[in-house]
């Protein structure tokens, strides 16, 4: 197998290091002439080297931005280059016509290392589709998110000294929105689950409500009933309804997401026969990242990977009936909530059983009149 | 893909089930003529009926008794036939030379539902292996001592009475000490480990201990001092040192094998590069082992499955590095223990750091003056 590297950033210096000399993998150009590179390889300004050598059957791309790569991933499709990445917006905004075109080449486009870091997730999915039918995909699958709330809970920081600490240590984005407010994990929810259940979701269709209104008053109120706050993403399909949220989700302090520290991921599938099966780990850094993305390359160089099926009809999304209580905090007298209030809390209320559907909406109204809002879904 | 099924019981027909008519895999034969069979097969009471068909590739062996078990895999790998076998204590027992017997004939021979249940663990361990170095494989590795010590943590329930609700759910075996001795977890914990480290560990070097003598009081003293008991299985290999130990063993409260609940195993593997990976999810029951034999069948037939590489040297077990304090109780004064107590809890003492092998080999001798002597390592 014969590759070029489209951005040699951290990740792509590790994969290279982790290929070595013994894997029969060659690295043959780095597209990517601003950086120096320690290894034999033509550095290059130009795709088209790598597009029009017939020896490169494969590209990595390693950026985390859709532009340039859309348009570079599209040429290397269409010049029937396998592609592995790592790049999650790209893929979740671009999944039907990216796995459509890999699909009509009949080339493979791999993405295990920008699903989940260094878990065996991706992987995971397709193995257990080919016996069984999965019908829930959920999880904790942002790092910094989840070191910002486990330290609010264990150390009872407050919001930015914990967004602070994350930074230093490099867990956030520089972009802490991308984190914060759970576009990182929109992105990752999607590519599992178009993977899960065979399905294009269109983001945009998707409720995403992130953490930053969250305050140090109420991960005490959250302790004092015996529940911590975690950042969940879920999808759920069945019977071809398909709903789709993440936001802040309340689970009680001996469930397993609870114990997910620091920055470390927790990634739940449940399907008909094998059940819920959960897999915990580093979900993001270089090396986990760079371990999923050189497992990609083994796939494909062994032909142990397929190119991507038939277009899939795109599926809407339907938060209707995914059905939760909610925790409200508002310093605003809001008469919808008056009468959906079901119990009171020493800093909100939590409401009867509502759908994501209107609490999202009626949450993005009532935000004009009170920008520090916040809610969470009580599991 | 033609098969063979030795012994059909609730997990073998839920197999036969799940393949269906569309998987393209056919089971010609059922050898258990003392059950009805509700599917075409021909029912035979004559091994030989599998071995000598060429039409047959794969033989399921499902029983869960070393003999006869072992003298039919070895028949069917001798024949040229592929098996698939959910029989723990056979491949604990008697690895290398199957192993070694399949590798000789070219055939496969496939465990995934023995070593987890339904969890994605051994192909798991196995994908890490090509582009990784597993170093440590641990967990909770038996749904019942889970069951039972939950039991008594959440419900404070005693030992008897968490054991006979677990036995009226069906998860204990019949034979309880396979579950609560710890032997269970040891098979297991071979199987896991002989996959990641490339060793073939044997079973009597391994320290076993089980959780038969502990007592609500220990329970409550854990929980006063914020921990909690599992029943953990390790094994470590570091530069060629092998450590494998069973044990019960005190986690933190906050810990992620104190949020496993119920009947639920807790799989971990550490590597170089991916770091930490756990894998959450039922480890035994009908369905979920079905599931597993199922990928393996899946993956048999699809020819991503290899026959095993040349035997390997037996590795011996040198449990004396492995460090930990541990809480032990007894009602006997010890001398050996006097010299080794660092702290007092309400039940029991806490010792400074000590190999397992030195603690068990004194625990051993010491339960004969006290049969109810109890301990537990501190993680």
Redesign the interface.
């Known amino acids: 197998m014969v590759i070029g590297v489209l951005g040699l950033g951290p990740i792509g210096e590790s994969v290279c290091e ?1 290929l070595g000399s013994k894997s029969g993998i060659r690295v043959k150009y780095v597209c990517c002439p601003e950086r120096p590179v320690r290894f034999p390889a033509t550095v290059t300004r130009e795709l088209r080297d790598l597009t029009e050598d017939p020896e490169v059957d494969t590209v990595l791309e390693l950026s985390a931005e859709i532009h340039p790569a859309l348009e570079q991933v599209q040429q290397c499709l269409l010049a029937g280059k396998h592609v592995v990445t790592c790049n999650k917006p790209l893929l979740a905004f671009h999944w039907n016509e990216l796995m459509a075109l890999a699909a009509r080449q009949g080339v493979c486009l791999r993405y295990g290392g920008a699903a989940a870091g ?3 997730w991706i ?2 999915i397709e ?2 589709k ?3 039918t999965i019908h829930e995909i959920s999880g904790i699958m942002n790092g910094t998110t989840n070191y910002i709330l486990d330290a609010m809970h ?1 150390a009872h920081a407050s919001f930015q000294t914990a967004l602070n600490r994350s930074q230093d240590f490099g867990y956030a984005e520089i972009d802490t929105a991308s984190d914060v407010d759970g576009l990182d994990s929109l992105h990752r929810l999607i590519l599992s689950a178009n993977t899960a259940f065979d399905v294009s979701i269109p983001p945009e269709e998707v409720l995403v409500r992130g953490i930053r209104c969250i305050q140090r008053r109420d991960v005490e109120t959250f302790l004092a009933h015996g529940f911590c706050c975690r950042l969940i993403a879920s999808a759920e399909h069945y019977a071809e309804r398909l709903a789709a949220v993440v936001e802040p989700t309340l689970v009680e302090l ?3 997401e ?4 620091s920055n470390f991921n927790l990634l739940t599938m449940v ?1 008909r ?10 979900g993001a ?1 270089r ?2 990242t ?3 993305v ?2 990609d390359l ?1 796939d494909v160089a062994a032909g ?1 990977a397929e190119p991507p099926g038939p277009p899939r009809i795109e599926t809407h999304v339907d938060n209707r009936t995914f059905v939760r209580k909610y925790y409200i905090r508002t310093a605003v007298s809001e008469p919808w909530l008056w009468s959906r209030t079901e119990e009171r809390w020493e800093t909100g209320v939590i409401t009867c059983r509502l759908s994501a559907q209107e609490v999202h909406a009626w949450a993005a109204e009532a935000r004009g009149r009170d920008p520090e809002l916040f809610f969470a879904a009580l599991r």
């Open positions: 982790m260094g878990l065996a992987p995971a193995r257990c080919r016996a069984d264990l001996k469930d397993h609870a114990a997910v520290h399907s026969q094998a059940g819920k099966q959960s897999f915990f780990g580093q850094g090396y986990p760079a371990y999923n050189v497992q083994l142990r």
